[in-house]
C-alpha cells in the first residue's frame, strides 16, 4: 500500500505547477465566458485528465501516527455534484501520505477524513490536493470561490465553526473571461486628405509626400485572448471540459462571423454605373463582403493576425473627414453564447490645412451684395479650395482660382479681394451644383495653411448698412 501511496503523491506533485495554490491565490483556472451555462447547472472540468480544477493547499496542523483529522471544502456560486470519492483528495509529506476517505458532503460542501497509518506522521506543510474536476456544476459565468477548512474532530467539520479549524484558507477556485477577442491593433491613418486636390486623395507620408488614392485607416486582429497577463504567450480560457481554447473554431460557427466597419465611404470606388464598388474598403487585402455609402462588412470567421483596414477612393468626390469605428459580430456554434464585440474607433481621417465654415451665405440673385473674404492668418503662404453646399445637402467643391478674379494661394497674413457671393456660385454651378429650396449655401474654405479666417456680410442697397454673419 506504502508504493501505491508514493506513486500517488508523485503523480499529484507533478501537476501542482498548474494547480489553483490556496496558500498564494495563483494558477486559478479560466473558463470561456462564451460557453452556454444551462438553467439546471454546466458541469466544468468534464475531461478529468485535464485536472483544470486541482487545487492545492499546505495542511497547516500535523496528523501524528494512528489519528485523523478532517478537512472540508466548501464550495460559493457553484454546487457539487455529490460524487467525490477517496481519491479526489490526496495528503502527501515527502513519501508519507495520509489514508484518505470520504466523509460526508452535499450540494455545498464535501469532507474528508485523513489518517495516518502506522508507521507515519504527516507533517505540517504536507501537500493537500484537491481534485474536483466534473464535480463543480455553475448556473452563471460568476467566480466560483472554495474554502478550506482543517477541523480536529468530525463533529467541529460537520458544524463548519472557525473558530474551531486547525487552519483555513479561502480562495477562487475558477474564474471566467472571454476566449475571444477583437482589437484595434494600430489606430489611424498617417496620411491626410489632401486638400491640394480638392479633397479628393491622400497625401502620404513619405519624404517627399505624394498624392495617392489609398490609405491605411487602421489595423485589427482577431484571435484568442490572452487570459493570462502573468505568463508571457498565450494562455487561453478553458472549454467546460477544462480543455484549452486552441482556436476560434472551438466556439465559432464555420459561417456567419462578420466585422462592420462604420464611416463616410462615399468617395470609394465606383462602376460605370455610379455604385460604390467592394474594393472601396479592404481587410488584409480582401474585398468587403458587401458594401454601402456608410460601412462596409467582412466575412471573419477565423482568426487574423493585425490585419490593415485599406481605404480606397475614386478621386471625383470630396473626402469626408471622419472617424470610422468597427463592430465585430460573431456566430457561435452550439453549446456557446457570443455577443457583438465593439472596437471603438480603429481611425481618423483628417485634411492637410485647415478650415472655416459658413452655415448661412445668402442667396447670390438678390437685390443686396453678399461678399465674402477670405484672409490667410498664417505665417506661410498655401493654397486655397472651396466648397459650396446646397440646401438638398449636394456640394461641389474646387480651387479658390475658379472665382472670378480670385488668385489660386494666398501670401502669409494676406486676403482675398472682395467676393460676390454670385460669383462664388458661378464657380459652383460650372461643376455641376444647382440651388435648391430659398437658394441659400453653405460654404466652406480650407487652406495648405495652419489658420485661415472666413468673412460673410451683406451690404444694404444704399450702401449704408453692412451685416456681418460670421456667427452663423
Do not use: C, W
Amino acid at each position: 500500500m506504502k508504493k501505491t501511496l508514493i506513486a500517488l503523491a508523485v503523480a499529484g506533485l507533478s501537476f501542482n505547477a498548474a494547480a489553483v495554490n490556496f496558500d498564494n491565490g495563483t494558477s486559478v483556472a479560466v473558463f470561456a465566458k462564451e460557453i452556454q451555462i444551462s438553467a439546471a447547472g454546466t458541469t466544468l472540468g468534464t475531461t478529468v485528465a485535464e485536472k483544470a480544477l486541482e487545487s492545492t493547499a499546505s495542511l497547516g496542523f500535523s496528523i501524528t501516527e494512528g489519528n485523523k483529522r478532517y478537512i472540508r471544502f466548501d464550495v460559493t456560486n457553484a454546487e457539487f455534484d455529490k460524487a467525490f470519492v477517496d481519491a479526489s483528495l490526496t495528503v502527501v509529506s515527502g513519501a508519507d501520505a495520509g489514508v484518505v476517505k470520504v466523509s460526508q458532503q452535499s450540494a455545498s460542501f464535501v469532507i474528508f477524513e485523513v489518517a495516518a497509518p502506522a508507521g507515519q506522521n504527516i507533517a505540517p506543510d504536507a501537500v493537500v490536493t484537491f481534485l474536483a474536476d466534473n464535480h463543480v456544476v455553475v448556473k452563471s459565468a460568476t467566480d466560483v470561490k472554495v474554502s478550506y477548512r482543517l477541523f480536529e474532530t468530525a463533529i467541529d467539520a460537520v458544524n463548519n465553526d472557525a473558530s474551531k479549524a486547525l487552519n483555513k484558507k479561502d480562495g477562487t477556485l475558477l474564474t471566467f473571461a472571454n476566449a475571444l477577442e477583437a482589437r484595434v491593433v494600430t489606430k489611424g491613418s498617417v496620411d491626410k486628405i489632401d486638400v491640394n486636390s480638392e479633397s479628393k486623395k491622400f497625401l502620404n507620408n513619405a519624404s517627399p509626400a505624394v498624392v495617392v488614392d489609398n490609405t491605411i485607416v487602421g489595423s485589427i486582429a482577431m484571435g484568442i485572448a490572452d487570459t493570462d497577463a502573468t505568463t508571457a504567450g498565450v494562455q487561453a480560457a478553458r472549454l467546460a471540459s477544462g480543455v484549452k481554447v486552441i482556436a476560434v473554431t472551438d466556439i465559432l460557427a464555420a459561417a456567419g462571423s462578420k466585422l462592420t466597419v462604420s464611416g463616410d465611404l462615399s468617395a470609394g470606388l465606383v462602376n460605370a454605373q455610379n455604385e460604390l464598388q467592394v474594393g472601396t474598403l479592404t481587410l488584409g487585402g480582401n474585398p468587403a463582403t458587401t458594401i454601402a455609402a456608410d460601412k462596409a462588412e467582412f466575412a471573419l470567421n477565423a482568426a487574423t493576425a493585425a490585419s490593415d483596414i485599406v481605404y480606397t477612393v475614386q478621386g471625383v468626390k470630396a473626402i469626408a473627414p471622419q472617424t470610422m469605428t468597427a463592430v465585430f459580430t460573431p456566430v457561435a456554434k452550439a453549446g456557446f453564447e457570443v455577443a457583438p464585440i465593439n472596437l471603438g474607433e480603429i481611425g481618423t481621417l483628417v485634411k492637410n490645412g485647415s478650415s472655416a465654415i459658413a452655415n448661412l451665405v445668402l442667396a447670390p440673385d438678390t437685390s443686396y451684395t453678399n461678399l465674402v473674404r477670405i484672409s490667410n492668418t498664417s505665417g506661410l503662404a498655401g493654397k486655397f479650395f472651396v466648397t459650396v453646399i446646397a440646401d438638398d445637402g449636394k456640394e461641389v467643391s474646387f480651387p479658390l482660382s475658379d472665382v472670378a478674379g480670385q488668385p489660386a494661394a494666398l501670401d502669409a497674413g494676406a486676403s482675398t479681394k472682395q467676393m460676390k457671393v454670385a460669383d462664388i456660385y458661378a464657380a459652383a454651378e460650372a461643376k455641376g451644383l444647382a440651388l435648391t429650396g430659398d437658394k441659400k449655401l453653405r460654404l466652406k474654405v480650407e487652406g495648405e495653411v495652419a489658420s485661415l479666417s472666413l468673412q460673410n456680410y451683406t451690404v444694404s442697397k444704399d450702401g449704408n448698412a453692412l451685416n456681418t454673419m460670421n456667427a452663423f
